[in-house]
């Protein structure tokens, strides 16, 4: 044992199996040394005739002296009969599904696309949060999941979704440890059937929408951009966001392609044919792109 400084925990040996180095100077006052190399600061203390250990804060985002501080603190609220990681535990198990739903879309921007998270907010805030907003994380029921689910079933589709995002969210809650282990009320619950929606335009349709789209570039030209994005949605078959977001540094012409760094399902190529090109090449040369030419085609008007 002694006395942990920043030097010590840094150069501690990183072994098979955790272990920890107790401080000389603060009873308790402990670093965990993990095999993968991280080193986690705790408080070990007694309490109702049981040892607890209270996480005081992983190493580099928090000092030694701030950790050690922290231990003090605790240890004096140990003496005076308190338990300061029962108290932790149940202050988390008192929160409710706002803070939840605010912790969660902090999380998920490492882990989903812009688009994607957009969507999520949108459950949250118009089916998610209207019905379960004030209620504790701790107390929400798989009959509360069941009633939003089945008040949604004539938007089915949103309705799975919905359950799908509060199923992860239940997950973390149980990871960050503000709902006990092995709880989550969206389990047993069954997802509406979803048909997949498929339709192919007629030849006289497809013939029709043709007309209009060409119509639409001489008289319409405040429009022109849209006109333009669905000519590309029709020839290429993308999809909606990809042509969105489709920029002139993604053409390959020299290999008759179109190369998308990050689509829905991660980077892919789209083969062209000589229609596709002679429609960008029509973009390009259209008289009412600016000089200073926006990155993405179908917003350089």
């Known amino acids: 044992m002694t006395k942990l400084t920043k030097t010590i925990i840094e ?4 072994k098979e199996k955790p272990y920890f180095i107790f ?3 603060v009873p308790g006052f402990c670093v965990r040394i993990s095999p993968t190399g991280k080193r986690h600061y705790y408080l070990q203390y007694m309490a109702n005739k049981s040892v607890k250990r209270l996480a005081l804060g992983q190493h580099g985002i928090i000092t030694v002296e701030k950790a050690r501080d922290k231990a003090i603190t605790m240890l004096a609220k140990v003496k005076d009969g308190g338990d300061p990681q029962a108290e932790k535990t149940k202050k988390a198990l008192e929160a409710n599904m706002k803070e939840l739903a605010a912790r969660y879309l902090e999380y998920i921007p490492s882990h989903c696309k812009k688009r994607t998270i957009k969507g999520y907010e949108h459950y949250l805030n118009q089916h998610i949060l209207p019905s379960l907003g004030n209620m504790k994380i701790s107390e929400v029921t798989r009959a509360d999941i069941a009633y939003i689910h089945h008040t949604m079933n004539h938007i089915q589709y949103k309705a799975n979704r919905c359950l799908a995002v509060l199923s992860v969210m239940f997950n973390l809650a149980e990871m960050w440890g503000l709902r006990v282990a092995g709880t989550n009320p969206c389990k047993h619950i069954k997802k509406y059937t979803e048909q997949k929606r ?10 029709r929408l043709g007309q209009v789209l060409q119509q639409m570039k001489t008289d319409d030209s405040e429009n022109i951009a849209a006109v333009y994005c669905i000519e590309l949605l029709l020839y290429t078959g993308c999809r909606l966001g990809e042509i969105q977001t489709l920029k002139w540094g993604y053409i390959d012409y020299n290999s008759s392609c179109i190369r998308l760094p990050d689509s829905k ?3 892919r190529i789209v083969h062209i044919g000589a229609n596709v090109t002679s429609l960008l090449k029509e973009i390009q040369a259209h ?4 000089k200073c030419q926006a990155p993405e085609i179908c917003s350089s008007f």
Request: hydrophobic share 30%; proline share 8%; charged share 40%.
């Open 23 to 25: 401080d000389t100077q």
């Open 198 to 207: 498929e339709r192919f335009l007629s030849k006289e349709e497809a013939k």
């Open 287 to 290: 008289p009412l792109r600016p």
């Open 265 to 267: 399902t991660g980077a």
């Open 11 to 14: 150069n501690a040996e990183v």
